[in-house]
């Protein structure tokens, strides 16, 4: 470890070992978005001291980001949102390896960008490419941390390899099925509304998702393993709850 990466983290060595600290360190994990919740996931996941991350966004910034996502600034409008991230990352630390892919995960390219890492991290907007990752997910033999939020609320879920999937827990009618084009509108639909979010909710939940990831890594208790999902309104403090669905 250099020196530099040794005084970032030089605040939570009595949290982990340094072995934990190392599994921390080079355990391969891609994050699917780079917006509301894939920018806070990803920089908290470089100061954190995980070195080995491959980031996934086809879009750019605009003015409607401001209120909630962490990259977007006027300087960065009309930027690359991987290629944004990729350089404040490394301005946090430089040697982090950053593998970007400035583009629209479809069945043709799953594979090829998923194939290295071992856990997926979803930071999405819609329901068709949630349902993408988390089947590649499921057959690379991959970890799915879920999250989505919506104006003030949120639910977050982690899913093994071997548990019940994203679909099935969601009794989504596209179980079993092939992604063709029916299927592919039918989960469109369900997100065809951009949401209303407040910037604090993607904000406090993607923080959640990088515990609950390295909770995982670690092998600590009480990880919000499905069919348990965690729900929570945050103008609703008595509303968090793990719901056993």
Request: glycine share 6%; proline share 3%; net charge negative.
């Amino acid at each position: 470890m250099s020196n530099l990466y040794n005084n970032m983290i030089s605040r939570q060595k009595e949290i982990f070992t340094r072995e934990e600290q190392e599994l921390l360190r080079t355990t391969p994990i891609v994050i699917v978005g780079c917006g509301g919740l894939g920018g806070t996931i990803i920089e908290q996941f470089v100061r954190a001291g995980f070195e080995e991350l491959t980031i996934v966004d086809q879009d750019v910034f605009d003015e409607t980001n401001l209120n909630r996502q962490i990259r977007s600034n006027l300087d960065t409008i009309n930027q690359s949102k991987v290629e944004t991230t990729r350089i404040a990352m490394e301005k946090i630390n430089p040697n982090v390896n950053i593998t970007g892919y400035d583009l629209t995960i479809t069945q043709d390219n799953i594979s090829e960008v998923f194939k290295n890492s071992k856990i997926l991290v979803d930071a999405v907007d819609n329901v068709y490419t949630r349902v993408l990752i988390s089947r590649e997910a499921k057959k690379q033999g991959m970890v799915f941390v879920h999250s989505a939020v919506e104006k003030t609320t949120g639910q977050l879920s982690v899913f093994e390899p071997g548990s019940v999937s994203y679909e099935e827990l969601f009794r989504l009618k596209s179980v079993n099925k092939p992604l063709d084009e029916e299927i592919k509108e039918y989960l469109l639909g369900i997100s065809a509304n951009k949401p209303q979010v407040l910037g604090t909710t993607p904000s406090i939940f993607a923080a959640l998702q990088v515990n609950e990831t390295i909770k995982y890594i670690l092998g600590k208790n009480d990880v919000v393993l499905a069919p348990t999902v965690l729900m929570w309104d945050l103008f609703n403090i008595s509303s968090f709850r793990l719901i056993d669905f």
